[in-house]
């Protein structure tokens, strides 16, 4: 073997086991945010965290059961805000519409998808907040629902168009109408892949911070109602962890804990719905 | 697809509206129409928030026009605003993400391509998925307690050490500022790179390795002179999606750049971005102007996430295409 061709074969080695290094750093990456998570979170955890309110500052103990209810309540909203928009927003991209209506929708769709949290919640502060002067989980729940449309919409129709065409002319040919085709065989064969989407949806807006801090704002107290600013899990997180107070950090760890594992789950469970890995139950 | 229509083909105006009326009974022109205004409204209610970005920061651009992106005076008491700092302060932390996130994500994508077999990569790549999942502010804390104490004891006073003759690496090390920002928004981007350099890669026609390959290069030669030339317009896509998500983050910067308006050469110095500096001010804005002035920020990192998204989507589907139109052939 000629030196050259030995130096040739040396760096082909170096520079694959370099990628190899690249991919194992970038993986490992995840695992020590989980274990920085779990080691530091997890010893902060405890019934109270669930259940109780905020201590006020010098107290210790408290809990963040607010926050988690609150950011109950603004998932909710965001869920009935942005899916219904989505899923028929889909369903005309792939059953209805023509080339034109279908693009424009669609570049709408991404161009949504891209615009930056901060100023998701920029709008969502100056159309529902300041006209009403004061801030809202309703506002919260439409800047989070905002957020959801553009991936409910793009991967539903996706999914909506893997749908074999046969399908919808088996049905037709049955004598169906259109919208009960879509109804009653488009949609249940898609039904995995729309799940999946949703919960997608639901996972990456579960943990936005930036809209929330114009709209549902915070609160150290229990939300009286709609209509009135509420604490979330993500926004907790932020006022706690830069405070100065260690017990504070100790509650932003357990609720990053709490955050993380409920997002990790969601994903987790998603792809196994739709790599057909959990039965879903058809209704 | 949508291709199956229920008129009658040689149809005239009257059979066309007999046709429309049996649909109506159907239900089919309703069914229509309501999934028609669900789609509609996602349009609408982008427009909007073009209009209300435009609108709402008529203010200063017609009192500061260009000077608002040159000046870097940023007083809200007497109603001056200029946006250098943060403008500076978001581009200097983007580029050292990238600085991180491109080697680091390239090489990763490489070898999940290339190298791994499918199940490994597959299973690497859920992983990597996972890591693009977790929130923002997470990334925020761990920014704050891992990495600022990690840069202020070791990092920065070795740099300091090494490269210390550069105005890049100066001054105190306060662990907060532009480099810290920069390393935590790498961590943020790198799953962006990865994932669509890996599918962009995965594209490539197999004839081009195997020509490669039989023409006598090594295995790098083969991946780092054909087949990542072939890939390299979806590459840059997936560098400008991660420069998008990049300019426009919010929480983990706030949480580690300082939130100071300076514009130093230093990396270690504290600085400010243009999303920290919305996320601070917009709810306490002292006057209509200092408000506007906000908005007309979110309107640059609007537009400048638009324009860069676009380019990317246009280069990866580019690519990707041109994968698919060569392995056929």
């Known amino acids: ?283 | 697809m949508a291709t199956t229509t229920t008129t009658v083909p040689s149809a005239g105006p009257i059979a066309g509206l007999r046709s429309f009326l049996s649909r109506l009974r159907e239900g089919d022109e309703i069914a229509r129409m309501i999934t028609f205004l669900f789609a509609a409204s996602v349009v609408l209610l982008t427009l909007l928030l073009v209009f209300v970005l435009w609108q709402g920061s008529v203010l200063p651009r017609h009192k500061f026009g260009f000077s608002f992106f040159r000046t870097s005076v940023w007083d809200p008491i007497f109603g001056q605003f200029g946006a250098l700092p943060f403008i500076y302060g978001t581009l200097v932390t983007a580029a050292v993400s990238l600085f991180i996130a491109v080697p680091l994500g390239i090489g990763a994508a490489i070898f999940l391509a290339e190298l791994a077999p499918p199940r490994i990569s597959d299973t690497l790549e859920f992983f990597i998925d996972l890591l693009a999942a977790v929130p923002s502010v997470i990334f925020g804390v761990l920014g704050v307690f891992i990495v600022v104490p990690l840069m202020r004891q070791y990092i920065q006073p070795a740099l300091k050490h090494s490269l210390g003759f550069l105005p890049l690496f100066q001054g105190p090390a306060y662990g907060i500022g532009f480099l810290t920002a920069g390393v935590v928004l790498a961590i943020m981007v790198i799953p962006y790179i990865i994932s669509v350099s890996r599918e962009v890669l995965l594209s490539v026609p197999r004839d081009q390795r195997e020509a490669a390959l039989s023409l006598g290069s090594t295995r790098w030669e083969a991946t780092w002179r054909v087949v990542v030339p072939f890939a390299r317009p979806g590459i840059f896509g997936s560098i400008f999606l991660a420069l998008a998500r990049a300019l426009g983050e919010t929480m983990a910067v706030t949480m580690v750049i300082g939130n100071t308006p300076i514009i130093s050469a230093s990396l270690f110095s504290p600085g400010y971005s243009i999303a920290a500096v919305i996320a601070n001010e917009l709810t306490e804005a002292s006057s209509n102007l200092h408000y506007q002035s906000l908005i007309e920020l979110g309107l640059v990192l609007f537009l400048l996430t638009f324009v860069l998204n676009g380019l990317a989507r246009l280069l990866i589907v580019a690519t990707s295409q041109r994968g698919r139109a060569m392995g056929h052939t």
């Open chain 1, 1 to 283: 073997m000629s030196p050259h061709l030995r130096w040739r074969k040396f760096v082909s080695g170096f520079m694959l086991t370099m990628t190899g290094v690249c991919a194992l750093v970038s993986v490992s990456v995840l695992f020590l945010i989980l274990g920085y998570l779990v080691y530091h979170g997890g010893t902060s955890i405890s019934w109270n965290f669930f259940t109780k309110l905020p201590a006020p500052v010098g107290e210790s103990g408290g809990g963040m059961a607010n926050a988690i209810v609150g950011s109950g309540k603004l998932l909710l909203l965001a869920t009935l805000f942005g899916v219904p928009i989505g899923f028929l927003g889909a369903i005309y991209l792939a059953e209805f519409s023509g080339g034109t209506t279908a693009f424009v929708v669609r570049y709408a769709a991404d161009l949504l998808n891209g615009v930056p949290s901060i100023v998701i919640g920029m709008f969502a502060y100056s159309l529902a907040v300041l006209p009403f002067k004061h801030f809202s989980t309703l506002a919260g729940g439409f800047a989070l629902g905002l957020m959801m449309i553009p991936i409910t919409l793009r991967s539903t129709e996706e999914f909506l168009r893997a749908v074999p065409n046969a399908l919808r002319e088996a049905s037709m040919a049955l004598g169906a109408s259109k919208w009960k085709t879509i109804i009653s065989v488009i949609v249940p064969a898609a039904y995995r892949g729309i799940l999946t989407a949703i919960l997608l949806a639901f996972a990456r807006v579960a943990g936005e911070t930036a809209p929330l801090l114009f709209t549902a704002l915070g609160n150290s107290f229990w939300s009286p109602g709609w209509n009135h600013p509420t604490a979330s899990l993500p926004v907790m997180i932020f006022t706690y962890a830069i405070a100065p107070y260690d017990d504070w950090h100790r509650q932003a760890w357990a609720a990053g804990l709490v955050l993380l594992g409920l997002i990790l789950v969601i994903n987790i469970v998603a792809r196994a719905i739709l790599s057909r890995g959990i039965a879903v139950p058809r209704s």
